[in-house]
C-alpha cells in the first residue's frame, strides 16, 4: 500500500538555526500539507499546497515558515530560525483530487520529532 | 468558541462495550467531516468520513447532524485493540483547511 514518508523521525537542533522536514507524498496526490502537534496538544494546520503553490495556510504559519516542492517527488518545510516553541511532531500528509474540494482523503506520514535546544 | 470540541475524555471501557463520541464545530459553513485514530507518538489515520445520512463500517457507526453542528462516532462490541484518541476533523469551506479537535482518549480494558 503507497504511504507517505517523513525524514528525518528526529531531529534536534539549536535555537536560531535552520531545518528543513522532507516529506515523499503519495506519488499520484495533489495536495499536499503540513500539520504539526505540540506533546499534549492538538494536530494544528500550517499550510496546505496545491499546483505548485500555497492554497491556505494558518496564523502559526508565519514567515518564517517556508514550502516547496522541489522536484517531482519531495516536499519541504523549512524553519528559518528556529525557536524553542517550535518544538513539535510535524506531519505531513497528502491527498487526491476527491469527487469535492473538501472531500479529499489525507494520509499522514509518520512525522519529525523536532527538539528545538 | 473553539473551531472544534470534543469530549475530554479519557473514556475507560471494558471489552465488549459500547461507547459514543460527541464532537461539535462552530463554522455553519463546514462542509466535510471525519473520524481519525491516533495512536500514542504516532500519525493520525483515517478511520472514517461521515457523510450527512450518516454510514456505518462494521462496528462503527457516524453521524451528522447540520442543525446542530454535531457529529458522533460510535464503536460496538469494543476490542482492546480500540484504545487510541479518537480525532474529530472538520473541513471549514470548499479548501484545504482541516481542523482537527483535540480527541478523546479511549482506553479498552480487559
Same mark, same amino acid.
Given at each position: ?54 492554497? +491556505? ?46 472531500? +479529499? ?13 | ?54 454510514? +456505518?463500517?462494521?462496528? /462503527? ?38 481542523? /482537527? ?10
Amino acid at each position: 500500500e503507497p504511504e507517505v514518508t517523513q525524514t528525518p523521525s528526529h531531529q534536534v537542533t539549536q535555537m536560531g538555526q535552520e531545518v528543513i522536514l522532507r516529506c515523499v507524498p503519495i506519488s499520484n496526490h495533489l495536495y499536499f500539507y503540513w500539520y504539526r502537534q505540540i506533546l499534549g496538544q492538538k494536530v494544528e494546520f500550517l499550510v496546505s499546497f496545491y499546483n505548485n503553490e500555497i492554497s +491556505e495556510k494558518s496564523e502559526i504559519f508565519d514567515d518564517q515558515f517556508s514550502v516547496e516542492r522541489p522536484d517531482g517527488s519531495n516536499f519541504t518545510l523549512k524553519i528559518r530560525s528556529t525557536k524553542l516553541e517550535d518544538s513539535a511532531m510535524y506531519f505531513c500528509a497528502s491527498s487526491d483530487s476527491g469527487e469535492l474540494a473538501g472531500q +479529499e482523503t489525507q494520509y499522514f506520514g509518520p512525522g519529525t520529532r523536532l527538539l528545538v535546544l | 468558541r473553539k473551531e472544534v470540541e470534543q469530549d475530554p475524555g479519557p473514556f475507560n471501557v471494558p471489552e465488549g462495550a459500547t461507547v459514543a463520541f460527541n464532537c461539535t464545530y462552530s463554522n455553519s459553513a463546514s462542509q466535510s467531516f471525519f473520524w481519525y485514530r491516533q495512536d500514542c507518538r504516532k500519525e493520525p489515520k483515517l478511520l472514517m468520513s461521515v457523510y450527512s445520512s450518516g454510514n +456505518e463500517d462494521g462496528r /462503527f457507526t457516524a453521524q451528522l447532524n447540520r442543525a446542530s453542528q454535531y457529529i458522533s462516532l460510535l464503536i460496538r462490541d469494543s476490542k482492546l485493540s480500540d484504545s487510541a484518541t479518537y480525532l474529530c476533523v472538520v473541513n471549514t469551506n470548499y479548501g484545504q483547511n482541516f481542523v /482537527f479537535g483535540p480527541g478523546t482518549r479511549l482506553s479498552v480494558l480487559p
